[in-house]
């Protein structure tokens, strides 16, 4: 069985502050990896996501992750947050039986 | 863009009663899913279908059933409504799996309150 584990639950940080969310995955085969993110009063969408090639990737309002296959792991990124990033942010993970499993989610509140 | 449209956003019901959960996409998507979200539980698997009558179990799909007769649509079905079902239920569609096209869309959510 797929599972995600999300490290962060709940992280303030200042307007300027570099962020990292942790990810990590459990399953066996080939799998594709995603981070969703739900502002407030909004539904949930895609900031970016792994399905082969370059590791690095990048998304959406200057996000980016890295998959590291070794340490079944695909952390988020961003130099320098701002106030507008305040959401909650889901990491998920599909690999085989055509389900995509999330993490439990991390809050991201950026203080002013 | 890809809409998937959820019927209700507000729910109220009582004990026992049985509860229909609609949810429509208008992109001809293959694979559709239906998840629940609760604070400090993140996003938990319902049940999922990849085409049409086709249905798997998810992670969690005890006290719920779904239905699929047509390709847009999505039902979930709460055969006996309990409190412990309080919850925001998502709807979302992905066209086929495996591909560089996989991503979910998903509806504004229903919140559903059972007293």
């Known amino acids: 069985a797929q599972s995600v584990s999300q490290h962060n639950h709940h992280v303030i940080l200042s307007e300027a502050a570099s962020l990292e969310l942790g990810c990590n995955y459990s399953?066996?085969?080939?799998?594709?990896l995603f981070w969703y993110v739900q502002y407030p009063g909004q539904h949930l969408q895609l900031l970016l996501k792994y399905f082969s090639g370059d590791p690095l990737v990048k998304g959406i309002k200057g996000f980016e992750a890295e998959f590291i296959k070794s340490k079944f792991s695909f952390n988020l990124r961003k130099p320098s947050v701002q106030w507008s990033d305040t959401a909650e942010y889901f990491c998920?993970?599909?690999?085989?039986?055509?389900?995509?499993?999330f993490g439990i989610g991390t809050k991201l509140q950026v203080i002013p | 863009d890809v809409k998937v449209t959820q019927s209700s956003r507000y729910l109220v019901k009582r004990t026992g009663e049985k509860v229909f959960l609609e949810c429509v996409q208008d992109m001809d998507h293959e694979n559709m899913f239906w998840y629940r979200q609760d604070p400090g539980l993140g996003l938990r698997l319902i049940y999922f279908s990849y085409d049409v009558k086709m249905k798997e179990k998810g992670d969690i799909p005890e006290g719920y059933s779904v239905s699929r007769e047509k390709k847009e649509r999505f039902s979930l079905i709460l055969e006996s409504a309990s409190t412990n079902q309080t919850s925001m239920y998502l709807c979302?569609?992905?066209?086929?799996?495996?591909?560089?096209?996989?991503?979910?869309?998903f509806g504004s959510g229903t919140q559903l309150s059972v007293l």
């Open positions: 399953y066996g085969g080939t799998v594709n």
């Open positions: 998920a993970v599909s690999g085989g039986y055509q389900k995509v499993t």
């Open positions: 979302a569609s992905s066209p086929t799996f495996g591909t560089a096209n996989e991503k979910l869309f």
